[in-house]
């Protein structure tokens, strides 16, 4: 059935699992083969390294389901905190969810060229709606095929225009600011968890405008809430502006992105928003009376961000010990380890993390936290020791960890480990319990500052100008953006991709804006654009 | 394509609509033909009425697509708070999510019987993962045919017990408690919007677990959580207890459920849990290692309760004037009407709107409203007569509407109307502004008791005990519950739905439990079950 690798193989659940089993370490369960436990230093293969993180931390499993993954509860809890945080960032400005079918009539598709070009070659298809039972063998029963077959949509445009038909009919009812949470298929022959994956869960916004200026600005909008989420939430610096052509959605006048470098040096796209101007409206026939009484196609865009979030997140502030996870999006904001070699020992360091922990969840519910409480666990094991038991909290990436031991307690007081600087440099010794809450509140917004600022120097750091081709193919062995002048056109973009497996990443609307020329035709460019290798 | 009407046909979508047009009522956008603005009455025709709702209230549509819905933005607003409401009632209880692929290979399907038996019939095929491009018309490939077909999960039992496979080895594993949202296809032959469609959204849970008494408690757990948010958030009275063996899900040991009454008199089934016994673990050949050292196989339950709520909660409430929504899942908690005949007169009544907004959106936020703010919108309609902006309100549902004219401004007073009591007998005069927000807060909580009050005695009104078939037979022309005594065969039980087409829609935990004669074959009956006809 599968392809891929590893969908049988044991793995820990820690989640899901009632707190009950109090030996535990939340990250205990079944002892899993000593082999299980490596991760592969990001030094010696960065792709192994992610793998192993995804598998340890418990984020994703590969299924038997070809190119489908199991997002498991560890990773499904990161992606319940994204939707929570870019959800309200649609809510504020003006957009609605709705929901619209999985299928789509294979006939819907063909409206709308360019998209059915683009999707065609990825689609899965059902063409049957019974199967049937003989002697308990299950078969497709023959006699219950379709008229017309149904694309799994791999996107909306085409189904949700359709729809959009009977909901617009005058100026009055527009604009439409319209997203949907769901699934989406998209045939992959060679996927990556979180990255590139069959089935994938995404948003997907799609508006109605009366004017061009109207969505254009709506598209731009779009991009910078994208924008807002992956710097402000993720802590992951982004690139800002359109796609080349040759890299623009199909169905698009033009793509506006946002695009991240990943620890490795390779770009990873991490959201879009289109401008499609009236391609589905005049494709599905779609009009509307405009103000004056004429009659009008109105004007529309789509944006979408997805799971692969995910695995930018993992790229971007993972390390060598595990997933390190920004605390806006953290599901465990803080771990508390009481210690103690004996029962007598432990008791009072129990009661005083019981204490704390309450404390942590009574701190005001701000913006920082998406107005939701602090989330603390206390780690109540037994039987492994205190290197062991941090070791596993660090693989979870927790932001903070809190340590308090019997001579912490002699003291009244606790020790605060932080996620992003591991080892004794993150360790502020000695604080005094009853301030304890207030520190992790200020160390929760320094970590989240911090991971930012250390991946935007990271990025910058890898960011070099390329004035002649012969300077570019030697640079794009190095990994890293750089800036180089194109002459704007598709031939010299597919060239550079070829001989170099570099692409086209955006043309930051930030960057410098002097002209030159194209460092493979010598023809005019108005400004450098961002080049890289890419997921 | 599609068998369903009313897919197409004009509707108001208000929703997803920037406020700016600001002479809109929110409700506003294009004028639909007269006819369309009516509802049907109760009396004159309960079916009509529901589909009227749901299309005046701008709940959900049907599709272009055979069987499906799309959810419009005011329907999905409902499913929202369900959703949030729901999901923090299975997290306090230990529960993570988690999410897994939406196709399951044929096989899996085949490995337990009874399951491939009950869902054979309504499934969604896919047979092929391409299309193909000829002179721009699509068709399915024939080169790109699956080896093996992939059913669309209609309830996703096998794929979850095949990957639980992976993740449990040992005790220490267990319990495993997890829930997944998502959609799922059972292709239904007659559809009616949120009730039954192709397509539907929903929540799965799938728990494993040690013991045969430990998943006991937790199919009993969560059906009470059913009951719970049932009860408490959609102010829906359930009955709650096992199906007959006729109605349990296949592949289940027996089933529990909360039952519901409509207006009409007809019952709908609202939640479900199923105690599954080892029947998925054999199947898919799940072991453990007990703490004695023994291999076992783990003990399973699984529980669902999908967007058919959104119906129950229309069916619940809702009267001849529109929606009727409690306010703990209203989507729009109050609505400030300002008045006037000039803009000299509505500008005060607007800055009060505005100001009173504002106070209201600082109430505390607790678990009543699920820690949200309230959600509160200002009608700044100049165009409509009050009576047409109120009606309008009405129709939406929204809880609590405040009206501010020009005497009321006189006075530093408001007028509070709620929708659970229309007209004059529902309002509270001269209510001042500086105090107007607190009795806002003290109506939504007498408004949602009141809903379920006035439920719960209209549902109790109609249940009735039946001492012989001939009585039951005149009883079940009227709407209702009847209590009866049944032999427990599965042959009678079909007799009388045969002969009168009510079921056995629950056996209450809660009810009377003298023993009887079957009042069909005069068999012993331990205790009178619940018969009725239902959706």
Redesign the interface.
Known sequence: ?SDQKG???????N?????Q?GG?LAG???TPPADDKKITSRTADYSQWYLDIVRRAELA?N???RG??????NG??I??NMQRAIDGLFKAT?????????????????KE?QM??GF??????????????TN???E?DPEAKLE?????RPTSET?IW??Y???I??Y???????NQW??V?R?EMRTRLFLRTS?F?WQEGH?AHATQAEAEAETLQMVNVYRQFAEDWMAMPVLVGPKSDGQKFPGAIYTLCIEALMQDGKALQAGTSHFLGQNFSKAFDVQFTAEDGKREFPWATSWGASTRLIGGLIMTHSDDNGLVIPPRLAPTHVVICPMGRSDEERAPCTAAAEKLAAAIAELP?DDFYG?QPLRVKIDRDTKNSPGHRFAEWELRGVPVRVEIGPKDMEKSACVLARRDIPGKEGKTMGVPLDVAPQQIDALMREIQKNLFDRAKKARDATMRTANSYDEFKQMIEQPGFIWAHWDGTRATEDKIQEETKATIRVIPFDGPKEAGQCMVTGQPSEKRVIFARAY
């Open positions: 059935m969908g049988n193989q044991p793995a820990n659940n989640q899901g699992k009632k707190q089993k535990n205990g369960g079944g499993d299924s038997d389901v489908c993954m199991v997002i498991k509860p499904y809890a992606w319940e003006g957009h609605v969810n709705a929901y619209f079918p999985l299928f789509i009539p294979k006939s819907f598709f063909q060229e059915a070009e065609a070659k990825e689609c899965a298809v059902v063409t049957h709606y019974r199967l049937k039972s308990g063998k299950i497709v017309e077959e149904l694309i799994v189904i359709n729809t038909k009977g909901w009919q005058s009055r009812d527009l604009p439409l600011l319209i769901c699934n298929v045939w089935e869960l508006t519910r107005y």
